[in-house]
């Protein structure tokens, strides 16, 4: 079964520090994952995919198939980074994504 | 922010009646998405669309249906609310194998 765990509901860390939210999948095929970003009161949006293996905001994340993660992270935490972070599996033909349950970050002054 | 609105942004309405919302889009993308938002559960797919005519269910459809008749628009109906369908809710689009676009959200309260 396709499926994606976020097993942090709440991560808080103070300015400054360094920033890691998990994410695991179970999925059979090659994965496609990403990672998405809700702000106070916006709309979703992406904040990087795997395949294109780029940093926005500081964010990196790294497909690791053999522990079937994909964990976000950064290393100076900053306070316009609290937000609400969605890991997503693309779920192959059907186009239809999959989403883990969140992780609120709140970073502290 | 793609060209994505949702209507109406906020709706209270009484258990039993009927509810549409409506996803409008002006980027002629084929794929069209409804997700429900809440808490401990994260976003949860209703209902998509592959075309115009073309949907399909997802993880939580019971009490939803849906319909686009042309593509720019894609309905949600709710035909008859229910407490345990108060959400907030979120249409999206895809041109494809790609990244989804959300629309605002529309927050609906069943009392």
């Known amino acids: 079964a396709q499926r994606v765990t976020q097993p942090e509901k709440l991560l808080s860390v103070f300015k400054g520090a360094p920033v890691e939210l998990k994410c695991n999948y179970s999925y059979s095929g090659s994965p496609e994952l990403f990672w998405y970003v809700q702000y106070s009161r916006q709309r979703l949006q992406l904040l990087l995919r795997h395949i294109s293996r780029e940093s926005i905001k500081g964010f990196t994340a790294d497909l690791n198939k053999g522990e079937t993660s994909f964990h976000l992270k950064k290393p100076f935490a900053q306070e316009e980074d609290s937000a609400m972070y969605y890991c997503?599996?693309?779920?192959?033909?059907?186009?239809?994504?999959?989403f883990g349950t969140g992780t609120l970050l709140a970073v502290q002054p | 922010d793609a060209g994505i609105t949702q209507s109406p942004r906020h709706k209270v309405t009484e258990t039993g009646t009927p509810v549409t919302l409506r996803c409008h889009q002006t980027?002629?993308?084929?794929?069209m998405y409804w997700y429900r938002q809440d808490p401990g559960h994260g976003l949860r797919l209703i209902h998509y669309s592959y075309g115009v005519k073309d949907t399909d269910k997802g993880e939580v459809s019971d009490g939803y249906s849906v319909s686009r008749s042309k593509t720019e628009d894609f309905l949600l109906t709710l035909e008859s609310a229910t407490s345990s369908q108060t959400s907030v809710y979120f249409c999206?689009?895809?041109?494809?194998?790609?990244?989804?676009?959300f629309g605002p959200g529309t927050r609906l309260t069943v009392t």
């Open positions: 999206a689009i895809s041109p494809g194998q790609d990244e989804q676009y």
């Open positions: 997503a599996l693309l779920g192959g033909a059907t186009n239809k994504l999959i």
């Open positions: 980027e002629n993308h084929r794929y």
